[in-house]
């Protein structure tokens, strides 16, 4: 048989989906990881990416801010990762949340700062003009009119998170990681194939439905405004 085969094989094998090292429960144990990695990187990077990009006088400051959480980008997560498993963190799932959050955080921060500071001068001046406070023309203007933009880097961070949970199974955690390094250990190729099928088709799901989901949150006015 070949590898493809032995791929289809053990997925079909109802065995592999139940119990608690099962599909379904390290599916699940692979959304929470991720669901806390990207709440985590957005307590964070939102109001510091939204702070900044709303005022004028901090944009060096922003700009500067965005590039050097750009650059932290560059460490590789697993670095971050066996880093946090060497502290007093420990080993499991918590290095894991911890490192994917620093890995989320730069795009969430970004693209915040640069929606922000997108917006419009004159819609800017116009709420001024119209009496509306600093803070009224954040939450009612800027932010509304950033909000695809926002959304949209949620949405990346989400994504890139879900296919970088995986390697918590390295340091002991749990996940869909779990059945590719069993199967690295077993020398089982075929079910490396398919781990690595079912993180690649769960990362294209939460792809789908949060665009869909963005879709549908975003006001129709704001849609016709990036559609004009």
């Given at each position: 048989m070949s590898y493809l085969q032995l791929a289809l094989a053990w997925l079909n094998d109802p065995l592999n989906w139940s119990g608690s090292g099962g599909i379904v429960a390290l599916t699940v144990e692979h959304l929470t990881?991720?669901?806390?990695?990207?709440?985590?990187?957005?307590?964070?990077?939102?109001?510091?990416?939204?702070?900044?990009?709303?005022?004028?006088?901090a944009a060096r400051v922003g700009t500067a801010t965005v590039m050097t959480t750009n650059v932290s980008r560059a460490l590789p997560t697993f670095a971050l990762l066996t880093i946090f498993a060497s502290t007093g963190i420990g080993?499991?799932?918590?290095?894991?949340?911890?490192?994917?959050?620093?890995?989320?955080?730069?795009?969430?921060?970004?693209t915040a700062y640069s929606g922000i500071r997108?917006?419009?001068?004159?819609?800017?001046?116009?709420?001024?003009?119209?009496?509306?406070?600093?803070?009224?023309i954040l939450v009612?203007?800027?932010i509304p009119l950033a909000g695809p933009m926002i959304a949209a880097g949620l949405r990346t961070a989400a994504v890139q998170v879900v296919a970088t949970i995986p390697l918590a199974a390295l340091v002991g955690g749990g996940g869909l990681g779990r059945i590719v390094v069993e199967?690295?250990?077993?020398?089982?190729?075929?079910?490396?194939?398919?781990?690595?099928?079912?993180?690649?088709?769960?990362?294209?799901?939460?792809?789908?439905?949060?665009?869909?989901?963005?879709?549908?949150l975003t006001p129709r006015a704001v849609r016709?405004?990036?559609?004009?």
């Open positions: 990881m991720s669901v806390l990695a990207v709440a985590l990187a957005a307590v964070v990077a939102l109001p510091v990416g939204i702070g900044l990009g709303h005022s004028g006088r080993f499991g799932d918590r290095p894991t949340v911890l490192a994917a959050a620093v890995f989320a955080l730069p795009v969430i921060l970004a997108g917006v419009d001068a004159d819609v800017r001046d116009a709420a001024s003009g119209m009496g509306m406070s600093g803070l009224r009612q203007v800027e199967g690295f250990g077993t020398q089982r190729y075929g079910q490396v194939i398919a781990g690595g099928a079912l993180v690649a088709t769960l990362c294209l799901l939460v792809e789908g439905i949060l665009a869909v989901g963005q879709r549908v016709s405004l990036q559609a004009g």
